[in-house]
């Protein structure tokens, strides 16, 4: 059956939409947009996947369809127990029961963990509410999965946030193709999410069989940034480390991307062909545009199949819109589509994305074919820790701090990496180590440790430059 079909995309004008919260919560705030959202079911079929994260038995739904729930109050539990109320001082769970469909995943293999995973259990339409609202105060996103979606055909769902602003519809599949769906809906920036379904006028008779309606059955909730600021952090360390070191290298100095605006425009133009990779609806690693085609590079530690690139978010232009400040430019959503090349060695993985067109705007980076030298000044643009898109590495007195160390370090392989002071942090996987000098990528970011480490750019064009 295929349910992620392309259908009408509803996306109303872009406003402020801020996420709820007191003054002092530094809670991310969302602003016109740059770029509009987009998403949908996708063409072709995927293999579903269940989404690793800390997963919590949700909380008891009251009249007015609103679902809230907290992270457990401790880290490293053997089970997340639910709690009475939602709280942003909260510390997330780092661990909870995992599903057998899931043991193939596993966790802290270098993708930041940036929510969590509930249970849920609401059916929509046909003699049920048609209508439920999920919300979960100071979310950063909400992220709802269908476990069944038959409807009459002309039946519809829109998953939408609470002003309409953001919202996306999902056409019916045909009514004799099952009653399984078991996919995710593309994430609602912000902490609601309403799901509803709408009539087309179709007859009731097959409702009377018991097979008609929407199941929500989990929800992923991203964190707040108080609660991400608790979740330990996950890049992975190349072999033989210790895993003491820290992979932001003295203090951060690295910054917002629009504070590069204006001193240093190249950069800020580069960091928009990267995106955010919202993984398993609770996971993060970076990915960027390579070439002008339609083609994506991050780690193969982020993911390795198409399944797994099938049910990924890819983020453009989640970047702030003022240097320093909390207002958020709305991003540009599209899914990921087709692993086409990956390699555990040299740990990339290069694939596709769906409504390419709708992320062409944001450009695309290139591979240098030559080595880096010892002391080239780099730059890396990044989503550390899952915040809006950051660069490492200025130019003038402080740009020493983010060079090459060593052209010809051990990663996997040996002499296959580039090693560099540059501040990164967990999420920061699959980011493009740029030069200064080119401002071509010459390094595919992978470990942390500092020195960090990323794989060769010219390894890389080897392999993969038949695909671009």
């Known amino acids: 059956m295929n349910l992620r079909r392309a259908v009408s995309i509803v996306v109303g004008a872009s406003a402020a939409l801020a996420l709820a919260g007191t003054a002092g919560a530094a809670a991310w705030k969302y602003s016109a947009s740059e770029g509009r959202p987009v998403g949908s079911w996708q063409e072709g079929v995927g293999s579903p996947r269940t989404p690793v994260a800390a997963q919590q038995p949700a909380a008891a739904t009251g009249t007015s369809g609103q679902v809230s729930s907290s992270p457990a109050a401790s880290a490293g539990a053997a089970t997340a127990e639910p709690q009475a109320s939602a709280s942003a001082t909260s510390a997330p769970t780092e661990s909870g029961r995992l599903t057998a469909e899931s043991a193939t995943v596993k966790l802290g293999d270098g993708r930041q963990r940036v929510g969590e995973l509930l249970a849920i259990n609401k059916l929509l339409g046909y003699g049920k509410p048609e209508r439920e ?39 019916a599949p045909r009514l004799l193709d099952g009653v399984a769906t078991d996919r995710w809906a593309m994430s609602i920036t912000g902490d609601t999410a309403v799901v509803e379904m709408h009539r087309g006028g179709g007859s009731l008779v097959g409702s009377l069989l018991g097979r008609l309606g929407v199941n929500v059955d989990r929800v992923a909730r991203g964190y707040s940034r108080q609660e991400q600021a608790r979740v330990p952090e996950n890049q992975l360390l190349a072999p033989g480390r210790t895993g003491r070191e820290e992979s932001v290298c003295g203090s951060d100095e690295s910054s917002d991307a629009v504070c590069y605006r204006s001193s240093d425009p190249v950069a800020y133009t580069r960091s928009k062909a990267i995106a955010r ?59 990921g589509a087709r692993v086409l090349a990956t390699e555990r060695i040299l740990d990339y993985t290069l694939f596709t994305v769906s409504n390419f067109r ?111």
């Not at 996103?141 to 999902?170: I, N």
Request: glycine share 10%; aromatic share 12%.
């Open 133 to 171: 609202v999920f919300h979960y105060p100071q979310a950063s996103y909400v992220k709802v999965h269908f476990s069944r979606m038959t409807m009459l055909p002309g039946d519809y769902v829109t998953v939408s946030d609470a002003k309409g602003k953001e919202s996306y519809r999902y056409a």
């Open 277 to 335: 990779l919202l993984i398993n609806g609770t996971e993060l690693c970076t990915g960027w545009r390579v070439g002008a085609k339609n083609r994506m590079l991050t780690n193969n530690h982020c993911f390795n199949t198409s399944a797994n690139a099938y049910e990924t978010e890819v983020w453009f232009n989640y970047q702030c819109a003022t240097c320093g400040g909390f207002e958020v430019f709305r991003p540009t959503k599209v899914w």
């Open 358 to 468: 709708q992320v062409q705007k944001f450009g695309y980076l290139t591979l240098d074919t030559v080595r880096p030298g010892r002391g080239q000044v780099l730059y890396v643009p990044q989503h550390p820790a899952g915040e809006p898109t950051r660069i490492a590495g200025r130019r003038g007195e402080r740009a020493g701090t983010c060079a090459v160390a060593d052209p010809a370090f051990d990663g996997y392989a040996r002499d296959s990496d580039v090693s560099y002071y540059c501040d990164t942090e967990g999420g920061s996987s699959g980011s493009p180590v740029l030069s200064r000098k080119t401002n071509k990528v010459v390094a595919l970011h992978h470990f942390g440790g500092c020195p960090n480490s990323g794989v060769r750019a010219d390894l890389l064009n080897a392999k993969i430059r038949s695909y671009l």
